[in-house]
């Protein structure tokens, strides 16, 4: 069980690191130019932490816990990138299905980052999962 809050911690971790640098900085000119006039000034902390703990312990649930007894990261990049492919999609389609203007560039870079994100971050828990089980710490 602490081999998998290790994993947890790591994911999350990782994951809001990469979201800060990504929303914050590098797409925040995309998302203010397609959807500013829907954006908060500040977003919410409580529902973001939710989204994190849900999300995080999806992918653990998908794509490290069925690989957990495997060593090695392929697997669970796979499964991590289909995962945050079918999650930020069902996102982005339904803006695009219900919502005015929704830009279809933006929903694709959307996608393309829930691929990368959730990969990469579930590749380096799974890690963290192999490296505490060869060394029998946890």
């Known amino acids: 069980m602490k081999r998998y809050l290790a994993a947890f911690f790591t994911i999350i971790v990782v994951m809001i690191a ?8 590098i ?4 998302y203010k130019h397609g959807i500013g ?14 989204f ?10 998908f794509a490290i816990k069925p690989y957990a007894a495997k060593k090695g990261v392929y697997k669970t990049a796979l499964s991590a990138a289909s995962f945050g492919f079918f999650v930020y999609a069902s996102y982005d389609l339904t803006n695009l ?30 890690s963290v999962l192999d490296k505490l089980t060869a060394t029998r710490y946890f």
Not at 18 to 25: C, M, N, Q, R, S
Not at 27 to 30: D, H, S, T, Y
Not at 53 to 59: D, P, Q, R, S, T
């Open 37 to 50: 006039h829907l954006m908060a000034e500040q977003p919410n902390l409580l529902f973001a932490g939710l």
């Open 18 to 25: 990469l979201d800060f640098v990504w929303l914050g900085i």
């Open 97 to 126: 299905a219900l919502l005015k203007n929704w830009p279809v560039n933006l929903a694709v870079i959307d996608v393309a980052w829930g691929i990368f994100i959730s990969s990469f971050s579930a590749v380096l828990g799974k």
């Open 27 to 30: 797409a925040e000119p995309l």
């Open 52 to 61: 994190y703990l849900v999300y995080v312990l999806g992918l653990i649930f």
